[in-house]
């Protein structure tokens, strides 16, 4: 029942913006922490950041300062604005779910979106 889809990836040069979103369905969204992860090629999946139900956000160290992580509970979506972009954050980015709801909202992301591709050119 559980669906993510990303929308709003593209090609932008570096030091530009984009603004990412994530559509949620299939379950009580304002429930559960939600995140954000991309995967470069040839690289492993690593998280950009993560926020909790009550807003709460952590962010890896490679994007602190330059990424924000939202959520609109009323409109079950997820959200995260890219600023300053950098050719490194080439990616897959992926919108998640935690997989049980009263967790950490730091592991255990069971449900996935498809994707949606970020390219940043120097």
């Known amino acids: 029942q559980v669906q993510l889809v990303e929308s709003g990836g593209g090609s932008v040069q570096a030091g530009g913006s984009l603004r990412l979103s994530c559509a949620a369905s299939?379950?009580?969204?304002?429930?559960?922490?939600m995140g954000w992860f991309r995967q470069a090629p040839g690289k492993e999946r690593e998280g950009v950041g993560v926020i909790d139900t009550d807003g709460s956000t952590n962010y890896a160290d490679s994007v602190k300062g330059r990424f924000t992580l939202s959520r609109d509970n009323a409109k079950d979506s997820l959200y995260l604005q890219m600023n300053s972009l950098k050719p490194e954050d080439t990616a897959m980015y992926y919108c998640a779910r935690e997989l049980r709801h009263g967790g950490s909202c730091a592991s255990d992301f069971g449900f996935w979106g498809q994707g949606t591709q970020v390219t940043v050119s120097s």
């Open positions: 299939g379950y009580i969204y304002s429930m559960y922490c």
